[in-house]
């Protein structure tokens, strides 16, 4: 017959008398078992302040051993977060400082729960120092200070610096250039400020971001210095850049990377070619449009704007002017094939890319400072990877087309 299992009694957990007393009694007083005077949290509180000794103990014994002249030098006072409530301990000190205890570090102010990693989290979703310090309120009894919590959210600095300055592949044969606007302050009023994204699609086909950068509005002189940036980490060329109609951006880009071709969004000339055609004709001149971009060449693309023209004597000569004037750089994607075409006829990857850095931050409507936004930026971009970092669809069919259309250009970077 099995033998029974012994159940462990009190005294076998908790040898210490006055400790099993004081557990006995709360528990009979009715105290709460976590929380601030919780009956577990004095006992944890006890147990980390021992551990805390213990450790020391092992130091000065290592410190001994190597014939080091080190010994005990009283006590602190440290107030920790736990998911039981707050810990006062008292962490014993050495005199030489060489202490370092692992299971409350030098200025740790957590034990376990990894709360450290949750604000984060928290932060990376777009909320406030106040929306955490309630949150954690309510999720787990405890009471962080904003000021705790922008110091845990400032560690990730060190990591954006080396983010903004790590090295770059040398080729990226596609990439995206846009930009947003947020609202900062800035000399104690709220400005806009435009952040600078670069999406860009390596040898491999996988979708990265090369940096973010911020300046107060977009001008075609700041994509320069943007593009300098990426130049100096490492990207010595880039094939197809796909951008908007800012003005002079072509020149600008053009005198960083002199080879790259510059294709022009057709989904923003789309927009603004029916901005003042109303809504019930809205969709009809959408759809003759789509004909023209759509078109087997730029001879049949010509021939579906002329088409337009005399189906709408109203809205057809203004917009094929606003065609007209930039067609060169609209029909760059009509030289390659169908799988290229759709990789470099929009930059809708980089405002897909936007879209969900909104979706996160939309309940922010400004930002105390720059690096403020930069950090829930970089947070935003890194816990929400799955949303943007994907490879792109028929790579294989468009890596062997660029390999006919650039050829060493191209393959040399395919090895490395």
Known sequence: MAKKKQIPKLEDLITDEGQRKQIKEGLLSGKPLSGEGGVFTELLQSIVNACLDGEMDVHMDAEKSSEQTNRRNGRGQKKVKTEHGDLDLSPPRDRKGTFDPKIVEKRSRTLGGGFDKIILALYAQGNSTQDIQRLLKQMYGIDYSTSGISTITEQVWPRIQEWRQRPLKGCYPIIYLDGMHFRVKDDGQFRDKMVYSVLGVDVDGQRDVLGIYLDDAERSSHWVMVLDDIKSRGVE?????????????????????????????????????????????????????????????????????????VKWPKHGPRIAELWRKDWDDLMVFMDFSSHIRRMIYTTNPVEALHRVIRKILKSKGAWINERALIKQLFLALEQNEQSWKRKAFHWLAIQHELEEKFGERFTKWLDK
């Open 237 to 309: 060329d880039l094939m197809f850049v796909c951008i908007d109609g800012l003005r002079g951006f072509k020149d600008a880009i053009q005198s960083v990377y002199p080879m790259a071709i510059i294709q022009r969004c057709i989904v923003h000339k789309v927009r603004n070619s029916v901005r003042y055609v109303s809504d019930k004709e809205r969709k009809k001149v959408c759809a003759d449009l789509r004909l023209v971009y759509t078109s087997a060449n730029r001879e049949a693309a010509q021939t579906a704007l002329e088409e337009l023209v």
